[in-house]
């Protein structure tokens, strides 16, 4: 798939959680392309968290999945499904194949614990991917719609990582 054919994947996606055969077609979409087919970015296979969920959506599916269409409350802390991520499963193959596009903003940066990450913005698509090194590996964190307040703080770190 082509950067410019992105699009959300269901246009009646609920908030509150997927139904049973969305969550089907999306976890279809991560094993895929993720976990059957993995990604090599600059020699590395791009490895994911496999240990299974116990999030009530996700229950039994890789952990990672679960990053990718859940997004942690800042008030309780908890993971709830987020319908913006969810849409997008099937936009992280392409964005990391297609990094090397000028349309994709790429910036490395250290988080809280010290560890590399590895930022993978499209842009004017408000969609990240974000990738720690776990050496000798690499490993997808999550990926996400990017909302004003944090397009602002990508905007300067990829600014601070360019300079």
């Given amino acids: 798939m082509e950067l410019d054919d992105l699009e959300d994947l269901f246009d009646d996606l609920g908030f509150d959680e997927?139904?049973?055969?969305?969550l089907y077609?999306?976890?279809?979409?991560?094993l895929n392309d993720i976990a059957r087919n993995p990604i090599v970015l600059n020699g590395k296979t791009l490895k994911y968290n496999s240990n299974k969920?116990?999030?009530p959506i996700?229950?039994?599916?890789?952990?990672a999945f679960e990053h990718i269409i859940t997004r942690e409350s800042k008030i309780s802390g908890k993971r709830n499904f987020d319908r913006d991520r969810a849409n997008k499963v099937h936009w992280i193959r392409p964005?990391?194949?297609n990094a090397s596009d000028?349309?994709?903003?790429?910036?490395?940066?250290?988080?809280?614990?010290?560890?590399?990450q590895h930022f993978y913005w499209y842009q004017e698509k408000s969609?990240?991917?974000?990738?720690?090194e776990i050496q000798p590996e690499i490993l997808l964190i999550t990926s996400f719609?990017?909302?004003?307040?944090?397009?602002y703080k990508f905007k300067k770190w990829y600014a601070e990582y360019r300079n």
Avoid at 25 to 30: D, E, L, S, V
Avoid at 102 to 114: A, C, E, P
Wanted: charged share 30%.
């Fill in 18 to 22: 997927p139904t049973p055969d969305q």
């Fill in 25 to 30: 077609q999306m976890y279809g979409i991560f």
């Fill in 53 to 55: 969920s116990k999030h």
């Fill in 58 to 63: 996700c229950r039994g599916k890789a952990q």
């Fill in 95 to 97: 964005v990391l194949l």
């Fill in 102 to 116: 000028s349309r994709i903003k790429y910036f490395k940066r250290k988080n809280d614990k010290g560890q590399n």
């Fill in 127 to 132: 969609f990240i991917i974000i990738i720690r």
């Fill in 145 to 151: 719609s990017v909302d004003k307040q944090e397009k």
